[in-house]
Antibody, heavy 118, light 107 residues
Framework: EVQLVESGGGLIQPGGSLRLSCVVS????????MTWVRQAPGKGLEWVSV???????YYTDSVKGRFTISRDNSKNTVYLQMNSLRADDTSVYYC????????????WGPGTLVTVSS | DIQMTQSPSSVSASVGDRVTITCRAS??????LAWYQQKPGKAPKLLIY???SLPSGVPSRFSGSGSGTDFTLTISSLQPEDFATYYC?????????FGGGTKVEIK
């Protein structure tokens, strides 16, 4: 059974850093693309970042230079390092993955809440 | 970036009603379009991919159509468990983008 579980969220002051983790079971993270999607309170979904099986990464413009996606194959875990956090980064962060045939997400974690506030 | 515009933003309907939600892309995206259902406090669930394909386990009352820039999600006979928010997502190019959502509420 495929399972994704995020952790690492919490309350952080503006300008601070946080690292989110997504522990995966049921498949090997190095064999699939892994993505982060976020959702601000009461708002819609926003794609954040992706890491390909080959290691290539992409980011949405608003997080470029501040967020870094990576993975640890030995731990079957994907990370999102978030630096220089701003109030508008406050969201539930979901990790997700999908089939190799398209950028659709058929497996999601339950999400972890990041609150950026002083 | 490709902008995805959904309409309506909300719809009130009764059990058994037919509900149609539309999604328009700002650029041609062929059939690289997905639909998700999200219930409060839960992660989204994939309903449709490739504009019209249903993943295993999704009820057949859900259907998708369209290509190019205009797409439709139809629920043929609304069930109590279908009251939720629905999002479209373009899967044509990065950055991947979602529509603003359509909330289906009980009439």
């Amino acid at each position: 059974e495929v399972q994704l579980v995020e952790s690492g969220g919490g309350l952080i002051q503006p300008g601070g850093s946080l690292r989110l983790s997504c522990v995966v079971s049921g498949f090997t993270v190095s064999n699939k693309y892994m993505t982060w999607v976020r959702q601000a309170p009461g708002k819609g979904l926003e794609w954040v970042s992706v890491i390909y099986s080959g290691g290539t990464t992409y980011y949405t413009d608003s997080v470029k230079g501040r967020f870094t996606i990576s993975r640890d194959n030995s731990k079957n875990t994907v990370y999102l390092q978030m630096n220089s956090l701003r109030a508008d980064d406050t969201s539930v962060y979901y990790c997700a993955t999908g089939p190799p045939t398209g950028w659709y997400f058929d497996s999601w974690g339950p999400g972890t809440l990041v609150t950026v506030s002083s | 970036d490709i902008q995805m515009t959904q309409s309506p933003s909300s719809v009130s309907a009764s059990v058994g009603d037919r509900v149609t939600i539309t999604c328009r892309a700002s650029h041609v995206i062929s059939s690289y379009l997905a639909w998700y259902q999200q219930k409060p406090g839960k992660a989204p669930k994939l309903l449709i991919y490739g504009a019209s394909s249903l993943p295993s386990g999704v009820p057949s009352r859900f259907s998708g159509s369209g290509s190019g820039t205009d797409f439709t999600l139809t629920i043929s006979s609304l069930q109590p468990e279908d009251f939720a928010t629905y999002y479209c997502q373009q899967a044509n190019s990065f950055p991947l983008t979602f529509g603003g959502g359509t909330k289906v509420e009980i009439k």
